[in-house]
């Protein structure tokens, strides 16, 4: 038994691409929830400022590109097993229906690009459109792969 | 007294820059605990790359990238009084010697800058002394403003 989950482990070591690496199914959950946790507070942020009587687009740019880089990394921390994490709340649908997860990467991608777009292009309104789009990202991927 | 509070809070609002905005305490120390778990992580990435047979750089230039990203993103993370969270390990001079603690936030960049010059331009040696300057510069910090 011990002999075939080394062989998966090292197997899954191969197949994933090298951002995905994790020594242990407990680092992979808490570097998923630490990438989240700051984009809570960056998408916070960016809210703060399109919620404001005079949005900082400047601002909103800064927090964009952050969330640019970070979203990136959120996707790689899903290695397989890693839902048995007691505190994750991960859907094996993660898994099981991969290829819709990963269309919900790219959308937020997408999502995230064009809000970054608006707000260093100073144009206010296809900033909030593209804020509005990012945030039904988000909770559209939650409602779909994340436990209650 | 909440009066004075609230006075305060909205003072350090306007003072700090909006980097380094929490609505809470606590939301600063979970701020800074989780970027340095992303620190620990690709550091550990790098130090794997460097100690194998075959060093890949372009990974280790990755990984150096995302650090330099969320190494400044560290250093936005201290807000006064946030020491005063129960698991924060800050000791109190990261506040009263405010301009020693900010040397080695620009040590760090200058650190992480080299690294990831020296892995994109395919600089083994170069890398591996960026890499441990970058190390000895974590350790130090952690020395001079973290408990233990």
Chains 1, 2 share one sequence.
């Not at 290695?79 to 649908?93: H, I, L």
């Not at 777009?117 to 991927?141: I, P």
Request: glycine share 4%; charged share 20%.
């Amino acid at each position: 038994m011990f002999k075939v989950v080394l062989s998966m482990a090292v197997l899954a070591a191969f197949c994933l691409p090298a951002q995905a690496q994790f020594a242990k199914p407990e680092d992979a959950y808490k570097y998923r929830a630490s990438v989240m946790f700051l984009q809570s507070q960056h998408m916070g942020r960016i809210n703060g400022q399109l919620k404001s009587d005079k949005p900082n687009l400047a601002l909103v740019a800064e927090n964009a590109a952050i969330l640019d880089t970070v979203n990136k990394l959120f996707f790689t921390a899903f290695p397989e097993g890693s839902d048995m994490v007691a505190s994750s709340r991960a859907k094996p649908e993660v898994w099981s229906q991969a290829a819709k997860f990963k269309q919900y990467a790219d959308r937020l991608n997408g999502d995230v690009g064009k809000l970054l777009a608006a707000s260093k292009g100073g144009d206010l309104a296809a900033t909030r459109a593209a804020f509005q789009s990012t945030a039904q990202t988000c909770k559209a991927c939650h409602d779909d792969f994340r436990r209650d």
